[in-house]
Nanobody
């Protein structure tokens, strides 16, 4: 069983930055596609970014150019750098992992293809 634990959320002013981290347990971290989703108040959870084992990066259009996803296989962590934050980025951010077969692509990931989830970390952006 894989456990994912997010950290790094908090309150930040618009235009500011945060760095989220996801620590994973499990022996095969390097084979997972790691992804971030978010859920804003009153809205459905949505895809934000993903990084497969190849190291490529996929982003939702709403965060391209502002967010950067990365992974460190030695440390079994996946990180999300959030820059130029906007009030509409306010949400609970979830880390997720996908085992093979892989369904995440350049067009994003879907919730039901992810095999493991963290509990989330809250990001609040004030105007």
């Amino acid at each position: 069983q894989v456990q994912l634990v997010e950290s790094g959320g908090g309150l930040v002013q618009a235009g500011g930055s945060l760095r989220l981290s996801c620590a994973a347990s499990g022996r095969t971290f390097s084979s997972y596609t790691m992804a971030w989703f978010r859920q804003a108040p009153g809205k459905e959870r949505e895809f934000v970014a993903a990084v497969p084992w190849t190291g490529d990066a996929y982003y939702a259009d709403s965060v391209k150019g502002r967010f950067t996803i990365s992974r460190d296989n030695r440390k079994a962590t996946a990180n999300l750098q959030l820059n130029s934050l906007k009030p509409e980025d306010t949400a609970v951010y979830y880390c997720a992992a996908e085992n093979p077969p892989y369904y995440c692509s350049l067009f994003g990931c879907v919730e039901h293809s992810m095999d493991y989830w963290g509990r989330g970390t809250l990001v609040t952006v004030s105007s």
